[in-house]
């Protein structure tokens, strides 16, 4: 039976799209992988401090890589779903791999800046109230 309507249409575009985007998180993650151990590699060649002193930045630049790639496969696997009939197992599927993803970044963004998300920014919370 071949099917017709805006709902095949805008079903097939969100695949379009969700590829798309899962193209450029799998690009960001390679491409962040790539230029930050470049970096780390030249800093620690050239630092007169050696490879420790360009080890924490290295390490905090590949985890922004990685939250980066991580950010844009969430958003296609929301679209996948979007564009996938609606069952329990598909929902069901999007909520794992979204909670696991959100778990994962949350671990990155505490290693990466040493604080919750929520508690970035303390002096402009005294300054508004």
Known sequence: MIQHGPGVWVGGFAEWVAAGLELAGILALLVGVTATTLIFIHRGLRSGEGWASAFVPYRAHLGRAILIGLELLV??????TVAAPM???????????????????????????????????????????
């Open 87 to 129: 069952t329990f197992e598909t929902v069901a599927t999007l909520g794992m791999i979204v909670l696991i993803r959100t778990v994962l970044s949350l671990a990155l963004e505490v290693e990466i800046e040493g604080r919750w998300p929520w508690h970035r920014h303390p002096e402009k919370r005294k300054e508004h109230g």
């Open 75 to 80: 958003a296609a696997d929301i679209l996948h």
